[in-house]
């Protein structure tokens, strides 16, 4: 997985060493209240462990999650996600639509300095500079700072859909420029 910069921030991938900040990340009900259907916490380290041995493994050329470290402080922020959204459907777990989705989650140290927009915005550019014609945004209809993020990176507002995580979600898409 490629390790992508800004100005002020570092997207590498997430290590081990992690753990701690990702479990301290989503065990938090103000990051977790809009993730997932129904939203939970996590309540155990094993947890962060799990997840980040999953992205890890994330085997495509484009997809990846990845750590967002504040640059000079090294101090990390958040999460950056690019990767294959889920359909709904009947089925557990939730089968592949073919779409990628784009996605964030940011401790709320961090909240209200743009690290989200900063982050996001080189993660599509790398997405559209890879080759995808395409990337998905998908909100709760209640979460207005990531809806306010993903205008800001330029995805247009497609309205609600039921199309994704068996939830009605806003959703946001962005293509490619054309060359």
């Not at 996590?42 to 640059?71: F, S, Y």
């Not at 945004?137 to 800001?152: D, E, F, G």
């Amino acid at each position: 997985m490629q390790t992508l910069e800004t100005n002020r921030l570092i997207l590498r991938p997430w290590e081990l060493e992690d753990t701690d900040f990702a479990f301290d990340l989503y065990s938090r009900w103000d990051v977790q209240r809009f993730i997932g259907n129904p939203p939970r916490v996590m309540t155990e380290r094993a947890e962060a462990e799990g997840r980040i041995r999953d992205w890890r493994q994330m085997n495509h050329p484009v997809h990846g999650v990845w750590a967002v470290q504040l640059k000079g402080s090294g101090k990390l922020a958040g999460n950056l996600l690019l990767k294959s959204i889920p359909a709904s459907g009947p089925s557990l777990p939730l089968q592949p639509s073919g779409d990628t989705e784009i996605g964030w989650h940011f401790h709320p140290d961090h909240w209200g300095h743009g690290f989200a927009t900063e982050a996001a915005a080189a993660a599509l550019d790398f997405a559209f500079a890879s080759g995808l014609g395409r990337v998905v945004a998908v909100t709760a209809p209640a979460n207005a700072a990531s809806q306010k993020v993903c205008l800001r990176i330029g995805m247009r507002h497609l309205g609600q859909t039921p199309r994704y995580y068996n939830s009605l979600c806003e959703l946001f898409e962005a293509t490619a420029p054309r060359p």
